[in-house]
């Protein structure tokens, strides 16, 4: 017989734990989601992606972390900072393009020095969350985020989630997307292929040039 003051069969997953980090930050970059459903978009802002070369767990790596916009807002973290914490392993790695979140304990250890004017890459510290969506932003080819855009403030890797079929919203795809809410004259820049997005009967959906046009319509090609 089981006690009546038993946590027997109540008990839920048991508690992830956190797990210590530190290092140097190669980039700051936003945290952003981006949700689709054939020729519609809408984004989620959950924060910023630390990247770091350092120490996660006792073991020396790269690494990345998310923290939320409050904890950027109060560190105002740059490349070069060293930087350490607590965070746990994300739930959902479809939906997430960092290692770890949920960040606790954040210190910054020492700050860079300041960053050279100018870019590509912009290393300064990251504008509000508020600032990368009024800005609006382009399509990034994958290669050349990864060859430049990595480390600059402005280049941004997306977790997408697709719905195919609003009828039936279970059905969704997942995959990665990059962007660059830069200045339009960055000479880095390459928008690579346009994107194509599934949707219901096998239908598919373009997303041409004027997406991206209209979207930064209201900047300068300084800006």
Not at 29 to 48: E, K, T, V
């Amino acid at each position: 017989m089981v006690p009546e003051d038993s946590d027997a069969g109540k008990r839920g997953p048991a508690p992830v734990s956190k797990l210590a980090w530190s290092g140097e930050l190669i980039a700051v970059q936003p945290r952003i989601r981006l949700m689709r459903s054939f020729d519609q978009r809408n984004h989620a802002y959950p924060g910023y992606a630390l990247f770091l070369c350092g120490t996660l767990d006792g073991a020396a790596r790269d690494f990345s972390v998310g923290i939320g916009p409050g904890a950027q807002a109060k560190h105002a973290l740059r490349a070069g900072d060293s930087v350490r914490g607590l965070a746990v392993p994300v739930a959902d790695s479809l939906m997430e393009t960092v290692d770890l979140y949920k960040a606790s304990a954040l210190e910054v250890v020492s700050r860079a020095v300041a960053a050279p004017a100018g870019g590509p890459p912009w290393r300064g510290v990251p504008p509000s969350l508020d600032t990368y969506r009024s800005r609006g932003h382009r399509r990034l080819d994958p290669r050349t985020y990864e060859a430049s855009c990595r480390a600059c403030i402005w280049g941004c890797r997306m977790p997408v989630e697709i719905t195919l079929d609003q009828w039936n919203p279970d059905k969704r795809e997942y995959r990665l997307e990059t962007f660059c809410y830069g200045p339009k004259s960055c000479p880095a820049y390459r928008a690579g292929p346009t994107r194509k997005v599934p949707g219901r009967k096998g239908m598919t959906w373009e997303e041409e040039d004027r997406v991206d046009e209209e979207a930064t319509a209201h900047r300068g090609p300084e800006e």
